[in-house]
């Protein structure tokens, strides 16, 4: 009894709520792709320079004042004779306090701030690719799941009527399950392996691919003339 219901026998109106969502499912496969163009292919040729441009003017900036500021520190040093800077552990000096005289202190002031501005850089990013990224990632993942599950039930229920034989119906539905899950995997994952990239795209394609096999042959079932078919 199950086999008698298929989409070519639903009346005119059924036809026309199934192929507008069937549309608006190739309508979400679309935005899909387009988010992934404009998040790893999109560059703006126009406006790249004028923010390197900007950037380089604000990092002359900052550096003409910093600067300022070593040279009126060497100044203030300067007048102390046993000032001395912290020891500098290199082949050259061997961690020996050097003098802070006029000549070589806003050099050495200026290599300090520069080791310890790639400290700090360092420390941030090593918390960024731990705890904070695998949070986002985790809550990203989680979203994704949620409405890709959805998708799966909707559109594979519509599917479920069409007049594909059952073995190939099967397959769709496996491989569809699997991908949404391997996404999830690969979005939790997503920047701390080469591995994780990759069953995030693949799965990604087979979802994409999934959803578009399924909605070609439901356009194709409503392009048939049911047996059963209702007048408009």
């Not at 935005?31 to 163009?37: E, H, Q, T, V």
């Not at 300067?78 to 806003?106: F, K």
Request: net charge negative; aromatic share 12%; glycine share 6%.
């Amino acid at each position: 009894m199950f086999e008698s219901f298929r989409i070519a026998n639903l009346p005119g109106y059924a036809k026309v709520f199934v192929g507008l969502f069937t549309t608006l499912m190739l309508a979400v496969c679309f935005w899909a792709m387009f988010i992934l163009y404009l998040e790893k292919f999109e560059t703006d040729a126009d406006l790249l320079p004028a923010v390197e441009e900007e950037q380089l003017t604000e990092t002359a900036a900052e550096e003409f004042e910093e600067d300022l500021q070593r040279q009126e520190d060497a100044e203030i040093i300067s007048e102390d004779s046993a000032a001395v800077v912290a020891p500098i552990w290199d082949s050259a000096y061997a961690g020996r306090d050097m003098r802070a005289d006029s000549a070589t202190n806003i050099e050495l002031f200026r290599d300090r701030d520069h080791e310890t501005e790639l400290d700090a850089e360092a420390g941030l990013e090593e918390i960024d690719e731990g705890e904070l990224d695998l949070e986002e990632n985790v809550k990203l993942a989680h979203t994704h799941v949620n409405g890709q599950t959805l998708l799966y039930f909707a559109i594979g229920l519509v599917f479920l009527f069409t007049s594909v034989r059952p073995r190939i119906k099967k397959v769709v539905y496996w491989v569809f399950g699997i991908a949404v899950m391997m996404h999830a995997v690969g979005l939790t994952g997503d920047g701390y392996h080469w591995f994780f990239d990759d069953i995030l795209a693949i799965s990604g394609a087979l979802i994409l691919a999934g959803i578009a096999f399924m909605a070609v042959v439901i356009y194709a079932d409503l392009a048939k003339k049911g047996t059963a078919a209702s007048a408009d």
